[in-house]
Structure formats: structure tokens, C-alpha cells
């Protein structure tokens, strides 16, 4: 089963009026509301609900599991091949620290990259459903879907705000 839905597509020039628009959107209840930047812009971010990245707990996840790693593997070495030297325990925690903390670097940032390209969706296997090349250069564009019904009211709230174009296009979701 399928459901039709209106995508609009608006295009400013100004930050403040890009801004504005998300805002009212979200306020009017509109969830499906994407943002292009020519650069990364935090107020469009706190626009769209951006909390915290989620990557910082794949990095936690990462580096914990590299200091256990760590500690278990030196201590399974030591006790399956035990080294008597000169009276020492066989498992002496201080000397394993180093190779802990080697692995914790190490399985933290390969946990950091995972947890990226995880969270940005890349590889982008399906291309964007509506771009402008404008959005490089100094724009800014607004993409809310929203069912036919409430097409117009979307329609009047990026109207509000004065984009340079406005464009509209059918969405196709499938359910």
C-alpha cells in the first residue's frame, strides 16, 4: 500500500528567513522537514531539534571495549604461558596499562568512524529526492513532505518568509 504525499521545496536567501520557516513548521506539526546549507549552520540545526550526537556513545562503547580488550588479552597471555621472572606475579596489572590504553585509542576510533558513517547514512545508496545546485553557492532551501491535505497550509507557512523560488513535487512513500 502506498500514500501520495506533496513535497515542497523552498529556496532563501537569507539565514533569518530559513530559520523562521523551520521553526513555524515544526510548530504547525510538520516532522519531515530537511535543510541545505552551503555551510554548516547551528541555528538550523537548533531549528531542526538537533541534540547531541549520538556518535560520542559509539566512541564510549569503542574505547571501553579496548581496555577490556586490552586487559583480558594480556592477562590471558600471562596466565596461558606464564613467565616466572625473579618473583614477579604472573598477572602484574601496571605492565598491561600500556597495551590498554593502545587499545582503547584504537577501538574508540574505529568505533568513531563506524558510528559516523552509521549516523550520516553513507553511503548514500538512494540519491536526494529534490536539490538545488543554488544551495552550494549561498542559498538556503527548506523541503517539508507533507500529506495533500495539508499542502497549503505548508504552502503559506514558506510563503510567509519570502523564498527566492518555490517549488513543489510529488513524494511517493510506501507503507
Given at each position: 500500500?502506498?500514500?501520495s504525499?506533496?513535497?515542497?521545496?523552498a529556496?532563501?536567501?537569507?539565514l533569518?528567513?530559513?530559520?523562521?520557516?523551520?521553526?513555524?513548521?515544526?510548530?504547525?506539526?510538520?516532522d519531515?522537514?530537511?535543510?541545505?546549507?552551503?555551510?554548516?549552520?547551528?541555528?538550523?540545526?537548533?531549528?531542526?531539534?538537533?541534540?547531541?550526537?549520538?556518535v560520542?556513545?559509539?566512541?564510549?562503547?569503542?574505547?571501553?571495549?579496548?581496555?577490556?580488550?586490552?586487559?583480558a588479552f594480556?592477562?590471558?597471555?600471562s596466565?596461558?604461558?606464564?613467565?616466572?621472572?625473579?618473583?614477579k606475579?604472573?598477572?602484574?596489572?601496571?605492565?598491561?596499562?600500556?597495551?590498554?590504553?593502545?587499545?582503547?585509542v584504537?577501538?574508540?576510533?574505529?568505533?568513531?568512524?563506524?558510528?559516523?558513517?552509521?549516523?550520516?547514512?553513507?553511503?548514500a545508496?538512494?540519491p536526494?529526492?529534490?536539490?538545488?545546485p543554488?544551495?552550494?553557492?549561498?542559498?538556503?532551501?527548506?523541503?517539508?513532505?507533507?500529506?495533500?491535505?495539508?499542502?497549503?497550509?505548508?504552502?503559506a507557512?514558506?510563503?510567509?518568509?519570502?523564498?527566492?523560488?518555490?517549488?513543489?513535487?510529488?513524494?511517493?512513500?510506501?507503507?
Amino acid at each position: 500500500m502506498s500514500a501520495s504525499r506533496i513535497g515542497l521545496l523552498a529556496s532563501y536567501e537569507y539565514l533569518d528567513s530559513t530559520v523562521d520557516a523551520i521553526e513555524k513548521l515544526k510548530k504547525a506539526g510538520f516532522d519531515d522537514v530537511r535543510a541545505y546549507a552551503p555551510y554548516p549552520e547551528h541555528h538550523i540545526e537548533h531549528a531542526l531539534g538537533y541534540g547531541q550526537s549520538p556518535v560520542r556513545v559509539f566512541t564510549l562503547v569503542g574505547g571501553l571495549t579496548g581496555t577490556a580488550t586490552g586487559f583480558a588479552f594480556t592477562t590471558w597471555t600471562s596466565v596461558d604461558w606464564p613467565l616466572v621472572v625473579g618473583g614477579k606475579p604472573i598477572v602484574s596489572i601496571p605492565a598491561y596499562v600500556i597495551i590498554a590504553f593502545e587499545l582503547t585509542v584504537l577501538f574508540g576510533a574505529l568505533a568513531t568512524v563506524i558510528g559516523l558513517f552509521l549516523n550520516s547514512r553513507l553511503p548514500a545508496i538512494k540519491p536526494a529526492v529534490v536539490y538545488d545546485p543554488e544551495f552550494t553557492s549561498g542559498r538556503y532551501g527548506v523541503y517539508v513532505v507533507s500529506p495533500p491535505e495539508r499542502a497549503d497550509e505548508a504552502r503559506a507557512i514558506l510563503q510567509k518568509e519570502e523564498p527566492v523560488e518555490l517549488r513543489e513535487g510529488q513524494e511517493v512513500a510506501h507503507a
